[in-house]
């Protein structure tokens, strides 16, 4: 529990610093456009395009260097929290970004249906975790990463629905940020691999 809570942590103290600060002024600028679709769908997007533009990258860069990053940082006795920070990272990537659609459906007065999403995301969270422990601390971030890219997805298809947006052009709009991340990551990884005896 401390190694997933620390991998948590970290991932959840990153992100907040991200988000947060955008999501706080999306609420009030959402709420007093909610009426002109065009205006809402051009602001929620510019907001997702400036969180992408942060948090994909640096979370693909912290789950490529996982091993090295908890070395360096925290130290060799925390070793063991890589495997769940690289699933956390992901998790982490995705709801910090779509985190936004939460903010879209209370500024549009769907606090009732956040509401049931909040409820049904517990579950799913609580069901993926319990799922995911049966294979051990890696295996539990895993499901809870699964279950956070599942319902920060239908969250968002719920509230492109109440917006009246088109969610495909509106999610295709982070392929690019989620592509060069995937890359940088990628290629980050490699360097790690073909030096292997450099100290972290």
């Known amino acids: 529990l401390a190694l997933y809570g620390l991998a948590s942590g970290i991932t959840g103290t990153i992100i907040y610093q991200v988000s947060s600060v955008i999501v706080r002024v999306l609420f009030p600028m959402l709420s007093s456009i909610k009426d002109d679709p065009p205006r809402l769908r051009a602001a929620w997007s510019r907001a997702t395009a400036g969180i992408s533009a942060v948090a994909m990258p640096l979370m693909a860069g912290v789950a490529a260097t996982a091993s090295d990053f908890v070395f360096v940082v925290l130290g060799a006795q925390w070793a063991d929290a890589a495997g769940p920070l690289r699933y956390l990272c992901v998790a982490m990537a995705f709801q910090s970004v779509l985190t936004t659609s939460g903010t879209v459906l209370l500024s549009l007065g769907r606090a009732r249906t956040n509401f049931v999403l909040s409820l049904v995301g517990g579950l799913g969270y609580g069901l993926a975790l319990w799922l995911g ?41 982070l392929a690019p940020w989620a592509a060069g991340a995937a890359a940088a990551a990628a290629a980050m990884a490699l360097v790690v691999q073909w030096l292997p005896d450099w100290l972290p």
């Open 133 to 173: 422990v049966q294979h051990g601390l890696e295996g539990a971030a895993f499901g809870y990463m699964l279950a956070c890219i599942g319902l920060n997805l239908l969250t968002t298809l719920m509230a492109c629905r109440a917006a009246r947006v088109p969610a495909l052009p509106l999610l295709a709009e």
